[in-house]
C-alpha cells in the first residue's frame, strides 16, 4: 500500500473514472478530481501522498492539485483511518435534539476520543459540521449511510452490528 | 397548497413511472413542444420565484443577465450543496422525489440553452447521488434526456457532482471552482457567473428548490403561481424544522402563513414539546439572526410576524430576522443560548476558507472568545470584543460567508446579552451539569 506499483484502480473503476472524465469539455478533466478521490477513498480507505499521486497521473496534474484539494474539503481523510469511519455532527441543531449525551456514550463505547481509532482498527471517530439531516438529528455517517435519529440505544446497536 | 411535495409520499414516487402518473414531466413535454425557452423564462419572470437557497434574489431577473454569445456554450448548474446548518429541505426532497429536481433541471435548462448541466451535491450525500443518477438513467431511457429530446431537437446532458465536504461550496463562485476540480475559493465579483462561469462560460447556479419549482410555473403559468403566497412573497417554501417541537421535518407552506400558526398549528409543527416553552427561534439557517419568543411571533409594531421574506426582516436585524434558506431551528427554555451560539462560531471557524483576513482570523477569535465563556473563563469585556470582531467581520470579505458569521453572534448578544454576562459573572454555575439561565419576568421562564 505504500508502494506506488501497487496503487491501481481495479479495471472496472478506471472504466468508470473514464466515464466520469468524460462529463466535462476536452482538457477540463481536472474536474473529475473530487469524484475520483472519494473513488479513491472508497478504495483504499484513505488518500495518502501514493494514491493522491496516482490520481494526479490520472488526470494529468499536478500532483501539488491533488494535495491541496484534498486537504481543503473535510471528506478526505489524510491519515490512516478504521474500518468504519463514523462522523458525528456537532453543530447546534443536533445538540438540541441530545446529540452531545448521544456522542459521549459513542466515545465512552469505543473508548476513544474524537479523532482516534480503536486499537482493533475497526473504528474512527471523527466530529463533523452540519450534514443536512437537522429535523433527524442526533445524526452520524458511516460512509454513505446515515444513522439519524440517534439515541444511546442504537449507537449500541449499530455498534455492536459493526462488530461482528 | 403543495407544488413540490404534493406527491412526495406516493408509494414509489422515485420511479419514473409512477411519477409519469401522478404528472410528472408534463411540464418538460410543454415547454419543449410548445414554449420557445424565453416564453419559459418570461413565466418564472411573471412568477415573482425568489431563489430558495437563501438570497431571495428573483429567479427570472438572473436568468435574464446569462450572457448569449454565439459559440459560447451556456450551463446551469443546480447548487444541492445545502450545508447551512438547520436546513435539509433539498435533502428531503432530492432523496423523496429525485424526478421532481430533474424535471426541473430540463425545463430551466431549455430556457437557458444549456446543453450540459451539473447537480452540484454536498459529497457527504452520496447516497442520495446514488438516486438522482438512477433517476437520470431512467429519465434517458424515456428520451427525456441525450438528444433530440422528445423529438424536439433539443439536447441534454445532466450529470451529478460529488463536493468534498465544504460549506463555503455553496456560496456558487465557489461551487463553480470546486466544479473545475479545485479549492473552494470564493471569486472575486464582477466577473458575475452570468458572464464567467463555468469554465469561463456563461453559467447560471439555482437552487434545487428554486429549480424544482419550474415545473409547476410552466404547467400553470407564472401569474397561477404570483397568487400563492403574500405580496413578492410568491409561491410555497420548503421549511426544514428542527429542534424542540413535537414534530421536527421537512413541510411545504404557502408563504404569509403567521409564524405563530407555523410553530403550533398541527398541521404543522405541532407545538412546543410537552411541558416546555418557546424560547427563541433561527428562522433561516444559522447565519440570520435568532430571535426571542416574543419577537418572533410579533413584529415591535405587535403585528403577527409571518413566514414570508418581508415580514421576518420587519424591524431590520435591530428586531427583525431574515427568511433565508428556511432553516427554522426552534428552542425551548432548556437551550443555552451561548453554548448554541458556540457551535454555530465552531461552524464558521471550521468553514471559513481562509481567503480574507477579517474572516480566516474573525471566525477563529470568535470561536476562542465564545470557547472561553461556555467554559467558564469568560472575561468581562469579551462581549463587547465579540461584537467589536463581529462588525469588523461583516461586509469585508470577498462572499457572505463573513456576514454569515457574524450575524448569528451579534444578534445572540442583541437578544440574550444577560444570558452571556450570566455566564461570566457566575462561571460555577454557569457550567454546573444541565444548568440553563432563567430570564426574571421573561414569557419562556420558568
Known amino acids: 500500500m505504500t508502494n506506488t506499483q501497487t496503487i491501481q484502480f481495479p479495471a472496472s473503476t478506471l472504466e468508470k473514472v473514464h466515464e466520469i472524465i468524460k462529463r466535462y469539455p476536452e482538457g477540463k478533466q481536472k474536474s473529475a478530481l473530487l469524484p475520483i478521490l472519494h473513488l479513491a477513498q472508497a478504495e483504499w480507505k484513505w488518500c495518502s501522498p501514493e494514491v493522491m499521486d496516482y490520481?494526479?497521473?490520472?488526470?494529468?496534474?499536478?500532483?501539488?492539485?491533488?494535495?491541496?484539494?484534498?486537504?481543503?474539503?473535510?471528506?478526505?481523510?489524510?491519515?490512516?483511518?478504521?474500518?468504519?469511519?463514523?462522523?458525528?455532527?456537532?453543530?447546534?441543531?443536533?445538540?438540541?435534539?441530545?446529540?452531545?449525551?448521544?456522542?459521549?456514550?459513542?466515545?465512552?463505547?469505543?473508548?476513544?476520543?474524537?479523532?482516534?481509532?480503536?486499537?482493533?482498527?475497526?473504528?474512527?471517530?471523527?466530529e463533523v459540521e452540519c450534514l443536512a439531516a437537522c429535523g433527524w438529528g442526533p445524526v452520524f455517517q458511516i460512509r454513505e449511510k446515515y444513522y439519524m435519529n440517534l439515541t444511546t440505544q442504537k449507537v449500541d446497536e449499530i455498534i455492536e452490528e459493526l462488530s461482528k | 397548497m403543495k407544488i413540490l411535495t404534493e406527491?412526495?409520499?406516493?408509494?414509489?414516487i422515485e420511479t419514473i413511472d409512477v411519477f409519469r402518473k401522478n404528472g410528472g414531466y408534463a411540464a418538460v413535454e410543454k415547454a419543449l413542444k410548445k414554449m420557445t425557452p424565453d416564453e419559459v423564462t418570461e413565466e418564472v419572470k411573471k412568477s415573482g420565484l425568489r431563489g430558495r437557497g437563501g438570497a431571495g434574489f428573483p429567479m427570472g431577473m438572473k436568468w435574464s443577465f446569462l450572457a448569449k454569445p454565439e459559440g459560447v456554450p451556456r450551463y446551469l448548474v443546480c447548487n444541492a450543496d445545502e450545508s447551512e446548518p438547520g436546513t435539509f429541505k433539498d435533502h428531503y426532497l432530492m432523496m423523496k422525489s429525485p424526478h421532481t429536481l430533474i424535471e426541473g433541471m430540463i425545463v430551466s435548462s431549455y430556457a437557458l440553452g444549456a446543453n450540459t448541466s451539473y447537480i452540484y451535491i454536498r459529497g457527504e450525500l452520496m447516497y442520495v447521488a446514488t438516486i438522482l443518477e438512477k433517476a437520470i438513467q431512467e429519465a434517458k431511457d424515456k428520451g427525456l434526456l441525450g438528444k433530440n429530446i422528445l423529438?424536439?431537437?433539443?439536447?441534454?446532458?445532466?450529470?451529478?457532482?460529488l463536493g468534498g465536504g465544504a460549506y463555503i461550496c455553496g456560496e456558487e463562485t465557489a461551487l463553480l471552482e470546486s466544479l473545475e476540480g479545485k479549492r473552494g475559493n470564493p471569486r472575486n465579483k464582477p466577473p458575475f457567473p452570468a458572464v464567467k462561469g463555468l469554465w469561463q462560460c456563461p453559467t447560471v447556479v439555482n437552487n434545487v428548490e428554486s429549480i424544482a419549482a419550474t415545473s409547476w410555473i410552466v404547467n400553470n403559468g407564472g401569474d397561477e403561481y404570483a397568487k400563492i403566497g403574500i405580496g413578492r412573497s410568491t409561491g410555497t417554501k420548503l421549511i426544514s424544522v428542527s429542534g424542540h417541537v413535537r414534530k421536527p421535518g421537512v413541510y411545504e407552506l404557502p408563504?404569509?402563513?403567521?409564524?405563530?400558526?407555523?410553530?403550533?398549528?398541527?398541521?404543522?409543527?405541532?407545538?412546543?414539546?410537552?411541558?416546555?416553552?418557546?424560547?427563541?427561534?433561527?428562522?433561516?439557517?444559522?447565519?440570520?439572526?435568532?430571535?426571542?419568543?416574543?419577537?418572533?411571533?410579533?413584529?415591535?409594531?405587535?403585528e403577527n410576524r409571518l413566514m414570508s421574506y418581508e415580514s421576518l426582516s420587519d424591524g431590520g436585524f435591530a428586531t427583525g430576522t431574515m427568511l433565508g434558506s428556511g432553516g427554522f431551528v426552534v428552542m425551548d427554555e432548556t437551550t443555552c443560548i451561548v453554548h448554541n451560539t458556540l457551535t454555530f462560531g465552531r461552524f464558521y471557524h471550521h468553514e471559513s476558507c481562509g481567503?480574507?483576513?477579517?474572516?480566516?482570523?474573525?471566525?477563529?477569535?470568535?470561536?476562542?472568545?465564545?470557547?472561553?465563556?461556555?467554559?467558564g473563563k469568560g472575561r468581562q469585556e469579551d462581549i463587547d470584543l465579540l461584537v467589536d470582531v463581529a462588525k469588523k467581520i461583516e461586509g469585508n470579505t470577498i462572499c457572505p460567508l463573513g456576514d454569515a458569521a457574524a450575524w448569528p453572534v451579534a444578534a445572540a448578544i442583541r437578544h440574550f446579552r444577560d444570558e452571556f454576562e450570566w455566564h461570566i459573572n457566575h462561571p460555577e454555575k454557569a457550567t454546573a451539569k444541565g444548568a440553563v439561565f432563567m430570564r426574571e419576568g421573561a414569557s419562556w421562564s420558568l
Open chain 2, 355 to 375: 481567503q480574507c483576513s477579517p474572516c480566516r482570523e474573525g471566525t477563529g477569535w470568535m470561536d476562542k472568545v465564545l470557547h472561553r465563556i461556555e467554559h
Open chain 1, 55 to 126: 490520481v494526479a497521473s490520472l488526470l494529468s496534474i499536478k500532483p501539488i492539485e491533488v494535495y491541496e484539494v484534498a486537504s481543503f474539503y473535510t471528506m478526505f481523510h489524510l491519515e490512516p483511518v478504521g474500518n468504519h469511519v463514523i462522523e458525528y455532527c456537532r453543530t447546534g441543531p443536533c445538540c438540541l435534539m441530545g446529540g452531545v449525551e448521544v456522542y459521549d456514550h459513542l466515545k465512552s463505547k469505543l473508548g476513544i476520543e474524537t479523532g482516534e481509532t480503536t486499537a482493533d482498527g475497526k473504528f474512527t471517530i471523527k
Open chain 2, 255 to 302: 408563504l404569509g402563513i403567521t409564524v405563530e400558526d407555523f410553530i403550533y398549528a398541527d398541521e404543522w409543527c405541532g407545538g412546543i414539546r410537552d411541558g416546555h416553552k418557546l424560547k427563541a427561534v433561527v428562522a433561516g439557517g444559522s447565519s440570520v439572526p435568532i430571535l426571542p419568543a416574543e419577537l418572533i411571533l410579533k413584529t415591535t409594531n405587535g
Open chain 2, 151 to 161: 423529438g424536439s431537437g433539443y439536447d441534454l446532458e445532466l450529470y451529478v457532482q
Open chain 2, 7 to 12: 406527491h412526495i409520499d406516493v408509494q414509489g
